[in-house]
């Protein structure tokens, strides 16, 4: 028998992983707002892949709906929502969810199964998360582009036909191993998020300048040196550890450009989601991955003070409603590191 899809947050990411799935015979209800059921009525559903060729549904592959009650019968449901709807879908989740169903939070930040656990734990058994590693925006209604690559890493088994429709769609994935170590290693990716955000441009526009790669490095390592004081086993993001990360981004331009062309496989277009939430209107998610390195560090009596710097102008931009475009050099400054530009770190 099909297992029975929920997709809950149908926005970027939502419509990729359930638009992949359902375009490869899977059986996916899709819960978003009324604004993308009239858009996948209208055009269907079109996913673009930077390397891949496009998957396109027609509306007639697809079922989209805007509450919850369309999940009462399903097996597996992707949370799909900002970290900051997590509580208001567990609480709508709660009237609905048969208790056999297993939900995978496929959120940024680490914040989230926790308070899945907490809200929906003495009904539900199953409650994991999952990493997803690629960007995905929205280019056009009902079209989603995806930028950037990676495997997929459930915490989880998944069932077999999911199995399935993620192989026939190459997209690579993986379940197990150290989930919460790997979960870690791309919240401290994810600081780049709120960079991206202040610099306005694309991630490789960001990423050519050498001290945006310092400034990213810096506030890594703040993050990394409070998840070491947590007893963390920091592990992978997209088969690298954050230490290797920033060897990398410490390089002059000429390595870092080297590297990048040899290892890293990114759309020009490509850009954060926050920064995609800044340019749409949105709420930032930034109290999930900034305030998340903050709170974990207030917690053991530390202080993060580079992504308090980063948070404070995150919240400005978002307060303002655009991007101030910092270069480079602005963050660096804004984050007080000129210390470790003087000892030549980097060239
Ligand atoms: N986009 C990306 O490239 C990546 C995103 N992620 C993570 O994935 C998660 C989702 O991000 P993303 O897809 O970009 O977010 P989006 O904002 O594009 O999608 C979430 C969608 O869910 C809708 N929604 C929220 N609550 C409900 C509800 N109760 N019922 C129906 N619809 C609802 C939102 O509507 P509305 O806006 O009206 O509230 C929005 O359309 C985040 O945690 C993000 O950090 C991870 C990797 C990459
Ligand atoms: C894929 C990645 C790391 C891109 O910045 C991301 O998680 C996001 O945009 O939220």
């Known amino acids: 028998m099909k297992t029975r899809i929920g997709i809950l947050g149908a926005g970027s990411i939502g419509c990729y992983l359930g638009g992949m799935l359902a375009a490869k015979g899977c059986d996916v209800v899709f819960i978003g707002r009324e604004a993308l059921q009239q858009d996948t009525q209208n055009h269907g559903l079109t996913l673009s892949h930077f390397s891949r060729d496009a998957l396109t549904l027609s509306p007639n592959q697809l079922r989209v709906e805007t509450s919850v009650e369309a999940l009462s019968d399903r097996t597996v449901i992707l949370l799909c929502t900002k970290s900051q709807d997590t509580e208001l879908a567990a609480k709508s989740l709660n009237q609905v969810i048969l208790p056999e169903a297993h939900i995978i939070s496929c959120q940024n930040g680490i914040s989230n199964v926790p308070i899945l656990q907490e809200l929906l734990g003495e009904k539900i058994q199953r409650i994991s998360g999952a990493i997803i590693p690629f960007n995905v925006t929205r280019t056009a209604p009902a079209q989603y582009h995806c930028g950037t690559d990676g495997a997929i890493r459930f915490e989880q088994d998944i069932p077999h036909d999911m199995q399935l429709a993620f192989a026939e769609a190459n997209q690579a994935y993986l379940c197990g191993g150290n989930f919460k170590?790997?979960?870690?290693?791309?919240?401290?990716?994810?600081?780049?998020?709120?960079l991206n955000t202040l610099n306005g441009g694309?991630?490789?526009e960001c990423f050519a300048q050498k001290h945006y790669r310092f400034a990213f490095a810096a506030i890594v390592e703040e993050g990394l040196k409070i998840a070491n004081a947590h007893n963390i086993e920091i592990g992978h993001y997209n088969g690298r550890t954050p230490s290797a990360l920033l060897k990398t981004l410490r390089l002059p331009n000429w390595g870092y450009q080297l590297i990048m062309r040899l290892i890293v496989k990114m759309d020009a277009k490509a850009r954060s989601s926050m920064l995609d939430d800044l340019e749409s209107g949105r709420v930032s998610e930034i109290d999930y991955l900034q305030g998340e390195i903050i709170r974990q560090a207030e917690a053991i009596?530390?202080?993060?003070?580079?992504?308090?710097?980063?948070?404070?102008?995150?919240?400005?931009?978002?307060?303002?409603?655009?991007?101030?475009?910092?270069?480079?050099?602005?963050?660096w400054d804004l984050i007080g590191n000129s210390g470790a530009m003087r000892t030549g770190r980097g060239g």
């Open 181 to 194: 170590g790997d979960q870690w290693a791309k919240l401290l990716v994810n600081l780049n998020n709120a």
């Open 202 to 204: 694309t991630l490789r």
């Open 301 to 331: 009596g530390l202080t993060a003070p580079h992504n308090q710097a980063i948070l404070q102008a995150v919240n400005l931009a978002f307060e303002k409603g655009y991007s101030p475009k910092l270069s480079g050099k602005d963050i």
